[in-house]
């Protein structure tokens, strides 16, 4: 099974409008890291956050993470048709290098 | 945007043939990675490389195999193609860190239709 389960798995909001999606993971971890992933391209970072962080900001993103319940969220404020894309959490568990990627959550945002 | 290249971004090709997919970094990163990914999944690990002459395989078991003779250079090889290998296949690239994974860059993937 998964390490890292997104919820929802697809949301559908208004430009201007707030985006909220979470992620949930089983083991103990380093750090946990955002991506985008736009149609037929590459996943590109967006935000990483230490296990000993709770919240972290970059621009229009917010990241919180719970260690003690294995989640954190990504909240993207005033969103904006650019932002439509698949997110994936990934989780680094400090094991060999590796990255586990969630199962993602696409965004839809329509004007 | 980073720079780590995939070539080709789409190949259709017959069952049996041998097929290498490209990846190139120009960061000097040391370690790379390939992933497969379904349309609309998530990604599965199935190799990757602390650096030159390093290779491992991933969580997800694949018939491909990987070499690293060059930092910045990481193909991916299958002998035989078969349809079960249609795909999207993406490479990427982190720096070493010294305490835990950095991020992680991607190329914009292969997309891989075996007939």
């Known amino acids: 099974s998964q390490q890292g389960e997104e919820d929802p798995q697809a949301l559908s909001i208004q430009e201007g409008e707030n985006a909220t999606m979470n992620c949930s993971y089983k083991?103990?971890?380093?750090?946990l890291q955002w991506y985008r992933q736009n149609s037929g391209r590459g996943l590109v970072h967006l935000i990483l956050i230490r296990s000993n962080e709770r919240e972290k900001h970059s621009g229009r993103l917010r990241v919180t993470l719970d260690t003690s319940k294995k989640s954190s969220s990504l909240l993207i404020t005033a969103s904006r048709a650019a932002d439509t894309a698949s997110y994936f959490c990934a989780t680094d568990t400090g094991t060999a290098s590796k990255l586990t990627f969630g199962t993602g959550t696409r965004l839809q945002v329509t004007l | 945007e980073a720079d780590i290249y995939q070539t080709p971004r789409y190949l259709v090709i017959g069952t049996g043939k041998k097929i290498t997919l490209e990846c190139s970094q120009t960061?000097?990163?040391?370690?790379m990675y390939w992933y497969q990914q379904d349309p609309g999944m998530e990604l599965h690990l199935i190799h990757y490389s602390y650096g030159v002459n390093s290779t491992e395989k991933g969580d997800l078991s694949s018939e491909s195999t990987v070499s690293r003779i060059r930092t910045e250079h990481f193909p991916l090889t299958l002998e035989s193609a078969r349809p079960s290998h249609t795909s999207q296949y993406l490479c990427?690239?982190?720096?070493?860190?010294?305490?835990?994974?950095?991020?992680?860059?991607f190329g914009d993937g292969t997309r891989l239709s075996i007939l």
């Open positions: 990427a690239s982190s720096d070493s860190g010294r305490t835990s994974n950095q991020p992680q860059h």
């Open positions: 083991t103990s971890i380093n750090n």
């Open positions: 960061m000097g990163h040391d370690k």
